[in-house]
């Protein structure tokens, strides 16, 4: 199993051109290398072969894949942009960087992709319900968003923690329908998000597909929800190649399960000039012990379904992560990436919450683009890798900053992330006002008037 | 996933299973066995040696220790509540090798230990096994670990001589269940219903759908568990399964009333093994 990546980190191609051996695209799972698997309960086993049998059959299916395009254009916005970054560039060594616009998606994230393709597949299962867990909201957001389009009940599991930081989104998904359960087990975040839903599934899997965010999990999700977010790397490959006439040098995406980021790489895995780079939640420092950062400091295990690298204590008992990206808060990561960095095709590093939040004010305000927390990791990190690159560049080849190209996925726009930026930031006042809301003196909309005009500077004092 | 191949193979010397002794002694008895599922560390190291030796002396057959997991998805509301309390008072995993052999000394009971796989796969499945061995440990119940993905176990278990309890649920398939009954030693573990561990005021008739499934793959001996919590489940189950399994009803028990009132209740259980009449009409739970 390890021939493949041990030709390819040869510079070799094997002799069978294009043959699936020789390739790191479209690992089928359920393995790849010692990772991933079916760690799960025997009750679930039946619903996963149902699943696995309707992907195969609808993954190569025309009709099916017709339906998900013409969703993906038409409905989703697809294909998102490939927008370049200049004055952002300047901060990134002066290389230059582009960002791939899922931000510009339907519902605001890449997150779409996946619970389209996945909805339509409970269809095709004849099932009635979906559930979903979701950190950030994103995923909530977009399962409800599906399930009011498709006509399936939908109900999503969030950590209480992150319906406490994430509470736009907990609307959004009351106001398009979803059933939203705050689970108070736990670290109150994603990963007991996930233990919840799994509970849900095993007690109503005849009627309910669990539509699982990222590529984690048993299989097939982690080869599944890949295949729907392929769509991101196969435009942005053709997209670069229009606009710069050739490969990009690096890719950036963060990750917390790497959903996003494997939908980008995909594409680019077996074009050894393209460096890989997928930026993990540091959180307050890596050696501060409060980090998502599964696979620079965790070792393999099992979680929710999967063999990965995982954050565990000596016990193997799962060890609480931190982020201030609710969507990277997770202690676990995908197994395709835990293979991916065992190989060394992608590199893998910290970004922290000081780094990020550095990365999401200086984009918002240099490109006019507000990104999500989530995001903004894969930026800090552009900035250190377009950093390193052209000094690389111009040490090796006397290459000028510009003559680099890197590829950034904006997988998610900042909206959700206001208030939790507008407190990183001190912007707001004692009372979690955003300083300078609370002056006027005139009523609010809407809002009852005893009698006549002359009561405005009294009514000041109400607010 | 990979066909999975029995490795007991034919010609090699047989395992002496613990579990499927005690389901046995049980049955030359004249009822069925009674197993009782605790949880380690829960309400501290003491009381649940304490209450598993009680629960022992009170006509249980098998006593599950579970090892306090992080993130038990196969768990209700009450073994979360106290296996999360177990954790919050520094349980270790080590501890229950402990806790296997205090109610091995003091009592006739097989002792399982029911585990969530990756505290096992952290600590070394070889290393595991070899000190739930020493400990008089009679095998293991993996409610996450299906036979596919078992390689290490099984060769582990047949190093230590352990039993492998695998569980079967309404949905597996015909295949599936011929599948884990071959890899079993000890009993299959009939799942009752589709959900989580809890106590329910009824258990489901899939149960004894499960078991026929099971014993027609050749499994000699099927328990149920999942929602039984009183002595009516307990004589229904009977009639047609080699076992029955207890666990919420006797955690809160434990968390309610302490020692006395898990004692108690095991008593009260095993008494469905009893013709209808001489049974408390009470509930347990």
Known sequence: MDDPAAAFLAGGRGPAEGSPEHSLRHAPGPYFGSYGGRWMPESLIAALEELEETFEKAKIDPEFLAEVAELNKNYSGRPSLLTEAKRFSEHAGGARVFLKREDLNHTGSHKINNVLGQALLAKRMGKTRIIAETGAGQHGVASATAAALLGLECVVYMGAEDCRRQALNVARMQLLGATVVPVTNGSQTLKDAINDALRDWVANVETTHYVLGTVSGAHPFPAMVRFFHEVIGEEARGQILDQVGRLPDALCACIGGGSNAIGLFHSFLDDPSVKIYGFEAGGDGVNTGRHAATITLGRPGVLHGARSYLMQDEDGQTIESHSISAGLDYPGVGPEHAYLADIGRVTYEPITDVEAMDAFKLLSQTEGIIPAIESAHALAGAIKVGQRLTAEAAALKGATPSDTVIIVNLSGRGDKDVETAAEWFGMLDEDGHVRGTTLSTRHAKGAARSAGADENAEDATHE | ?285
């Open chain 2, 1 to 285: 996933m990979s066909e999975t191949t029995t490795p007991a193979a034919v010609g090699a010397p047989a395992i002496a299973s613990k579990s499927a002794a005690a389901i046995d002694r049980a049955k030359a008895a004249g009822r069925k066995a009674l197993i009782a599922y605790l949880p380690a560390g829960f309400p501290d190291r003491q009381t649940a040696i304490d209450a598993a030796i009680a629960v022992a002396r009170n006509g249980a057959d098998i006593i599950e220790i579970g090892i306090p997991y992080s993130d038990p998805v196969m768990d209700g509301p009450v073994i979360q509540a106290a296996t999360t309390q177990a954790l919050a008072n520094g349980f270790r995993v080590a501890d229950v090798f402990d806790i296997v052999a205090a109610v091995t000394a003091e009592t006739d009971a097989a002792v399982l230990v029911m585990t969530y796989w990756n505290p096992v796969l952290r600590m070394g499945v070889d290393e595991f096994s070899r000190r739930l061995a020493e400990a008089g440990g009679a095998g293991l119940i993996t409610p996450d670990l299906i036979p596919d993905e078992a390689a290490e176990w099984f060769a582990a278990s047949d190093k230590y001589g352990l039993d492998r309890v695998f569980l079967v649920a309404p949905s597996s398939t015909p295949e599936r269940v011929a599948m884990t009954v071959q890899a079993t030693r000890g009993f299959v573990y009939a799942v009752s219903i589709m959900g989580v561990t809890g106590a329910r005021s009824s258990v489901s008739s899939a149960a004894e759908a499960v078991v026929a499934a099971a014993h027609a793959a050749g499994a000699e001996r099927a328990c149920v568990g999942l929602g039984v919590s009183r002595p009516e489940h307990v004589r229904e189950i009977a009639a047609y399964a080699d076992g029955v399994i207890v666990g919420t009803a006797l955690v809160a028990a434990l968390r309610d009333g302490g020692v006395p009132a898990v004692g108690a209740l095991a008593k009260e259980l095993s008494g469905g093994f009893e013709p209808a009449a001489a049974t408390p009409s009470s509930t347990g739970a």
